[in-house]
């Protein structure tokens, strides 16, 4: 264990469901964030949650849809997903202000069909 | 923007065969430049993280260095469970975020 908890680990829907990703993270850490990585893609980054400030990184679809009720949880919204978004969904944590690397989540698994 | 390309996209090693794993890099300016170790199905694992040229750091096998346009992952006498991809990423002095490398995928033979 990291110290950072993804659920589920691995996510199968189809095109018209709705499902969330959850990630909890018992660091004390004051930032969170939800990565995307594909195969034979850089991580990419989806949102971030610094000090409770969102930001966004403005390629993400709207059908991705974040949530942070607090310092220690995020949640990924998911919505009439296509199939290329297809991939893992990492979660991550840090200490904004310290300059010190992530904690990252084991992933999630998604597979759209 | 910043960039980070990493070489080689993959390093085959036998058991004890010494090398290095390169990351180039362009930031406006260089608030830190991280390596981490990611073993398939799971999330990168936080190796080292550097903070000006000429610093190094060392964890077991492993050292990284860092000059002004890149870093070096050396491996000294790998053995198998270091094969993983090795990903690299930087953040900037303006940037809330780290950019990363496409990695490095090392497989070490016994």
């Known amino acids: 264990e990291t110290g950072v908890t993804q659920t589920p680990r691995h996510l199968v829907m189809g095109m018209t469901n709705k499902k969330s990703l959850k990630c909890e993270q018992h660091l004390g850490h004051n930032a969170m964030y939800w990565y995307k990585q594909s195969a034979k893609k850089p991580l990419e980054l989806m949102f971030v949650?610094?000090?409770?400030?969102?930001?966004e990184n403005n390629s993400v679809p709207s059908r991705f849809s974040p949530e942070c009720p607090n310092s220690s949880h995020l949640f990924l919204h998911l919505h009439t997903l296509q199939p290329e978004d297809s991939a893992l969904y990492l979660c991550a944590s840090s200490q904004e202000g310290q300059g010190s690397g992530y904690t990252f989540g084991s992933g999630t698994r998604l597979t759209v069909v | 923007e910043d960039q980070v390309t990493q070489s080689p996209e993959a390093l085959r090693l036998q058991e004890g065969e010494s090398s290095s794993l390169n990351c180039s890099y362009t930031?406006?300016?260089?608030?830190?430049l991280f390596w981490y170790r990611q073993d398939p199905g799971k999330g990168p694992e936080f190796l080292f993280t550097?903070?000006?040229a000429g610093e190094e750091k060392e964890k077991e096998r492993l050292k990284a260095t860092l000059t002004k346009k890149e870093s070096f992952l050396h491996i000294t006498a790998p053995k198998p469970e270091d094969s993983a991809t090795y990903l690299c990423a930087v953040r900037s002095t303006n940037a809330g975020k780290s950019t990363f490398g496409d990695g490095t995928t090392l497989t070490v033979k016994p």
């Open positions: 930031v406006s300016g260089l608030r830190g």
């Open positions: 550097l903070y000006s």
């Open positions: 949650y610094s000090l409770e400030e969102r930001v």
